[in-house]
C-alpha cells in the first residue's frame, strides 16, 4: 500500500480532554442555551423528518443569518463549521503548488489544510507587538493566489482596523478571506463589502459569541460569484437537518444572542484587568497581557508551560503556546477560580 507522505506524516488535531471542572481553552461561550429555547429545540426535532436529505444550501438557516447580520442571503454559503469552510477553499479555490500566505502567531488549521493542498505558503511573521506587519503581507501577496488571516486574530487576541483590511484590499489582487470568526466581540467587521470587491471572502461562525459549538455551523459571506462557486465546491449535503434548524433557531433569537455577547465583552475585560494587575506584579514571570478584541486574553510569558501544567493539576484547563498562554472569558466563578489558582502559582514560596 502507498500512501502520500502529506497523510502519513499528519499529526492529529490534538484539543485538551480529560475532565477539568474550569475550561478555558477552546474559546467557547460560556452560556449554554437557556431552557426555554431547548425544549423550543426539542419540540422543532419532534417534527424533522429524519428519512429525508436536509436542504442542501440550509436557506432557512443563511436567511437567519442573513437577517441577524444584515447582508443578502445570495452572498452567504453555510458549511459544517468555518473549518469545512477553510478546507474547500484551500482544496478549490487553490492548487498545489500555488501561493497561499498566512501570518504567525494564527490559526492553525489554515496551514494544516495547505499541507493536505500540497500549497506553497508563505508565513509572515508578525511584529514585535504581535500586531500585522501590513508592508510585508502586501509584498508578500504580490505573486500568491490568497492571503487568510483571522481579524480579530486567535490567539493573539488583536485586531485590525477596517482601514487597514481597506488598504490591503487596494493593494493586492489575490483572494482575500479574512476569518472573522470573533468579529462579534469587535466592531470592524468587513461584512457588508463583500459586493464591493471581487475577491473578498469573510468567514464567520456559530461557534464562539453564537454559543453552538456543539452544532457545526460556519458560514462564507462574499459576492454572489464567489458564492456561486462555493455553493458548488462544497458536497452537496454538507450541513445536517438537525444542525440548521438548530442555528436558524439560535440565530433568530436577536436579543438573547447580543445579551450573551455583551455579558462575554464584559467578563472578558474583567478578566483583561485582572491580569494586567498580575502582569504588574509578577514583571519576572508573565511579559505582556493585550488588549483583547476578542472573547480571550493571552498572556506572553517564558513560563507558558509551567504554568499551563500547574493549573491543570488544579482542574482548570487554558491553552498553552511557546511563548504564551491564551485563556477565554468564562463565568466570574470560573475566572475567580482561575485567578486565584494564578495568584497561587505566581506568588513566591
Ligand atoms: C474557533 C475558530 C473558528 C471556528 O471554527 P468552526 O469550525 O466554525 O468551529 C474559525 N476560525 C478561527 C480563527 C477560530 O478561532
Given amino acids: 500500500m502507498n500512501l502520500p507522505e502529506k497523510l502519513t506524516s499528519l499529526k492529529p488535531y490534538d484539543p485538551i480532554t480529560g475532565s477539568y471542572s474550569v475550561r478555558l481553552d477552546a474559546n467557547e461561550s460560556y452560556f449554554d442555551l437557556p431552557t426555554v429555547m431547548k425544549a423550543k429545540i426539542a419540540d422543532k426535532l419532534e417534527q424533522l423528518d429524519f428519512n429525508r436529505y436536509p436542504a442542501p444550501l440550509a436557506d432557512g438557516v443563511i436567511n437567519a443569518f442573513a437577517k441577524y447580520y444584515g447582508v443578502s442571503p445570495d452572498c452567504v454559503t453555510a458549511g459544517n463549521g468555518s473549518d469545512e469552510i477553510i478546507s474547500i477553499l484551500e482544496t478549490c479555490f487553490l492548487q498545489k503548488g500555488r501561493k497561499l500566505v498566512t501570518v504567525s502567531h494564527d490559526f492553525s488549521m489554515y496551514n494544516f489544510y495547505a499541507a493536505l493542498t500540497e500549497l506553497e505558503t508563505e508565513v509572515v511573521p508578525k511584529k514585535d507587538n504581535l500586531q500585522i506587519d501590513m508592508d510585508a503581507l502586501i509584498a508578500a501577496c504580490q505573486d500568491a493566489d490568497a492571503v487568510m488571516f483571522s481579524n480579530p486574530c486567535n490567539p493573539t487576541s488583536l485586531g485590525i482596523t477596517r482601514a487597514d483590511v481597506k488598504r490591503l484590499l487596494e493593494n493586492v489582487s489575490c483572494l482575500v478571506i479574512l476569518d472573522e470568526a470573533y468579529m462579534d466581540f469587535w466592531d470592524e467587521s468587513v461584512l457588508s463589502w463583500v459586493n464591493d470587491y471581487e475577491n473578498l471572502i469573510v468567514l464567520r461562525t456559530c461557534s464562539k459569541a453564537i454559543g453552538l459549538a456543539a452544532v457545526r455551523m460556519g458560514f462564507a459571506v462574499a459576492n454572489p460569484k464567489l458564492t456561486g462557486l462555493m455553493r458548488a465546491a462544497k458536497s452537496p449535503y454538507n450541513c445536517d437537518s438537525i444542525s440548521q434548524m438548530i442555528a436558524e433557531t439560535v440565530l433568530s433569537e436577536h436579543s ?71 485563556i477565554c472569558a468564562g463565568t466570574r466563578r470560573e475566572q475567580e477560580l482561575l485567578l486565584s489558582a494564578l495568584e497561587n502559582i505566581l506568588k513566591p514560596d
Fill in 256 to 326: 438573547l444572542l447580543e445579551h450573551c455577547r455583551d455579558e462575554i465583552i464584559v467578563q472578558t475585560q474583567r478578566l483583561y484587568t485582572a491580569i494586567s494587575d498580575l502582569v504588574r506584579r509578577y514583571p519576572a514571570l508573565l511579559d505582556t497581557v493585550y488588549a483583547p478584541r476578542t472573547n480571550f486574553v493571552f498572556i506572553k510569558t517564558a513560563y507558558a508551560k509551567e504554568i499551563y501544567e500547574a493549573l491543570a493539576k488544579e482542574g482548570i484547563a487554558v491553552r498553552c503556546f511557546p511563548d504564551g498562554l491564551r
